[in-house]
């Protein structure tokens, strides 16, 4: 269970096993430890997984403020301090956004992105959505607990925190991808199950970026949920053999 001070704050992740190095970056207002399961069966099938908390979230430091480009900052630094050259960079839902963000800034650091219920940009209805569940009060009580599991005792405060940062302009700024995605250089999957609606993470989403991105792949399974990751775990792990193979001829 490493802790590391990157960029000038305590960072908490996850470092399993040996093979292809693969980073895997939690959603909003989350953890790594949610991918831990996963995480440890791949880490015994030839892959180096690499599972960060965000800045702010987690078990690494709960600031109440942060740069627009923190999370990939943090990112670089970390795959810098572990020795990594190059990963595939895997997000879930905001994972996704930082993922997709981290490849267009860093191509020589990245193998490929796997895109897992992609958000493109902040559009209204998932905008609204989104603000809506960092209410403490009107939270059900499981998700309250799930939230002490993931941030300790001062959840309600991280929530907080995570409301104010991501409402903050130049991070939504810095986060749409809407007019860059074209630019991008390295491969990508995208995939996602075709539980519609979902105005957090819109099916449309996932279309716009496999048209805007040069050479992307799309992999949408019926009778999903938004996510794969997690709901359908060794649906990912085949895609993720797949697209690594492909990438690596390995």
Request: charged share 20%.
């Amino acid at each position: 269970m490493p802790v590391s001070e990157i960029n000038g704050h305590s960072h908490y992740y996850e470092d399993l096993g040996d093979g292809i190095p693969v980073v895997m970056l939690h959603g909003a207002a989350g953890s790594g430890a949610g991918f831990l399961a996963i995480a440890t069966e791949l880490s015994k099938e030839g892959f180096r997984v690499i599972v960060p908390d965000f800045r702010a979230m987690g078990r690494s430091e709960h600031v109440a403020e942060i740069p627009a480009s923190a999370w990939v900052d943090d990112l670089l630094s970390l795959l810098d301090e572990l020795g990594i050259d190059k990963a595939v960079i895997h997000g879930v839902s905001l994972g996704s956004r930082v993922a997709l963000r981290f490849g267009l800034d860093n191509p020589n650091r990245t193998l490929g992105c796997i895109l897992d219920a992609a958000i493109v940009a902040n559009d209204p209805a998932g905008n609204a959505q989104l603000n809506r569940g960092f209410t403490p009060e009107s939270m059900p009580q499981e998700r309250k607990d799930t939230a002490l599991r993931q941030h300790g005792e001062n959840w309600a405060v991280v929530l907080q925190n995570f409301f104010n940062i991501r409402n903050e302009p130049s991070l939504q700024e810095f986060y749409n991808l809407r007019g860059e995605a074209k630019n991008c250089t390295v491969p990508v999957l995208i995939i996602r199950g075709d539980n519609v609606p979902d105005p957090v993470h819109p099916l449309d989403h996932s279309i716009e970026l496999l048209k805007s991105i040069p050479g992307a792949q799309l992999a949408i399974y019926p009778n999903g949920q938004s996510q794969i990751t997690n709901a359908n775990p060794e649906i990912f792990k085949d895609l993720l053999r797949k697209f690594t193979s492909e990438l690596t001829g390995k």
